[in-house]
Structures are given as C-alpha cells and as structure tokens.
C-alpha cells in the first residue's frame, strides 16, 4: 500500500496561482483532500486528487485551535490516517499537527524534493514567483530552501 498524502487549501492555492499544481502528480500520483479543502480551493481537482471526507467529526481540540474549515478537516483525516503525510502550511495548522505526531511537510519542502528528485532544475524561479504571491517566505526560511535544494541565492 502506498503512502497516503493529505494536502490543505494553502498548499493547493498556491501551487494553482504559480500555475505549479502538477508538482504533487509527479511527486506522489495520488492526493487526498477533504470536501471542505476541495470547497475552499474552488477550481476543479486534477483527476489525481481524490475527494475523501473524514469519517468523525473534527475533534474539539481542532476546533479550539480555531483553524480554517479546511485546516481542521485535513488534519481530521491525517488523524485517521496515521502515517500518513500532510502538506500544511500555515503556522498554526502545523503546530497543532505536530502536537497530534502528524507528519508535515509544506509547499517549500515539495519545491525542495522536486529538486532533489531531478524533476527542476532550480527552486529560485518558485521562490520568485511564490514571492509575487500573498504568500509570505521570510529571508531565513527562504535561505533554508536554498540550502536545503543546495543552490545559492
């Protein structure tokens, strides 16, 4: 059996606005979202992206944390999917998966391995247009990609 993937609304947003969602294909071939991610993104999924509700209810200490529906019902399925790995990035969300031992990753991380896998040739053309984006890289975690895909600014 393969490894269940788990992407959030952010993840697919900006990938969509950098017009890069073919990324998570090549990377895994199958994608699970939830009917509130898959709501909140708007667009039409990729054949590759599977629609997959949770099967309980978002637990009290997800809604506590006052994340997004989307948020807190992708983190609902990798609750029910242990090992699975969830593509998470806003701060919050990723937080309070890690409290739960849900495995994380992030867009940058996906940029990072699509590099080491042979699949770009380069990260800094993503961070650039990511940059023209409303989502925010700070210098150091931008320097961290870059090291981390072993490239230079």
């Given amino acids: 059996m393969s490894e269940i993937i788990i992407a959030d609304t952010s993840c697919l947003i900006l990938l969509e606005k950098i017009n890069f969602l073919n990324i998570l294909e090549i990377l895994f071939s199958k994608v699970a979202v939830t009917p509130e991610v898959s709501e909140e993104f708007g667009y039409t999924l990729p054949d590759y992206i599977e629609v997959s509700?949770?099967?309980?209810?978002?637990?009290?200490?997800?809604?506590?944390?006052?994340?997004?529906?989307?948020?807190?019902?992708?983190?609902?399925?990798?609750?029910?999917n242990p090992g699975c790995l969830l593509i998470i990035d806003e701060l919050k969300g990723r937080k309070l998966a890690e409290s739960l031992d849900i495995r994380?990753?992030?867009a940058l991380g996906r940029f990072?391995?699509?590099?080491?896998?042979?699949?770009?040739?380069?990260?800094?053309?993503?961070?650039?247009?990511?940059?023209?984006?409303?989502?925010?890289?700070?210098e150091e975690l931008e320097l961290k990609?870059?090291?981390l895909a072993k490239e230079k600014k």
């Fill in 53 to 80: 509700p949770a099967k309980n209810s978002i637990s009290y200490m997800i809604i506590d944390a006052k994340l997004g529906k989307g948020e807190s019902s992708a983190i609902q399925l990798a609750i029910e």
């Fill in 104 to 106: 994380i990753t992030g």
């Fill in 112 to 138: 990072i391995e699509a590099k080491l896998r042979g699949h770009i040739k380069s990260i800094k053309p993503i961070l650039l247009k990511v940059k023209e984006t409303d989502f925010r890289i700070s």
């Fill in 145 to 147: 990609a870059l090291k």
